[in-house]
């Protein structure tokens, strides 16, 4: 499985996920953090997605995918361990870790599997 069939619906439940928390509770900072991690997650997913078109990994993006996911299970793992609410907390830090194990996985499978070509 490659990295941008990932990264870029973890990158809209974030946007999704601070937009709502923007709403309920009129939290600048779910709308931010959440927009702000999100439209990264989707700019690295989309750049690994045209390197792959190119047959080509960029590690830059996988790299820059694994950094947020990493940032993002320590803080809210943090905010979990401290309020103890799953959500959004819990659920974002567990997704989170999820995630950087795989980009980590990634990473150390060198990224990316291009296929052969076929002529």
Do not use: W
């Not at 990264?40 to 694994?66: H, P």
């Not at 979990?80 to 959500?87: A, G, N, R, V």
């Not at 950087?100 to 070509?117: C, M, Q």
């Amino acid at each position: 499985m490659h990295d941008f069939c990932f990264t870029i619906p973890y990158g809209l439940i974030l946007i999704v996920g601070g937009v709502i928390g923007f709403a309920k509770k009129g939290s600048a900072a779910s709308l931010g953090g959440g927009v702000g991690t999100g439209f990264l997650l989707i700019l690295a997913g989309y750049l690994s997605l045209k390197a792959f078109e190119k047959r080509k990994n960029s590690y830059f993006a996988l790299i820059l995918e694994t950094a947020i996911a990493i940032v993002l299970t320590v803080v809210m793992g943090q905010r979990y361990l401290q309020t103890s609410k799953i959500m959004p907390a819990g659920i974002v830090a567990g997704i989170s870790a999820l995630m950087a194990v795989f980009y980590l996985f990634k990473i150390v499978t060198g990224g990316n599997h291009i296929p052969v070509k076929t002529e």
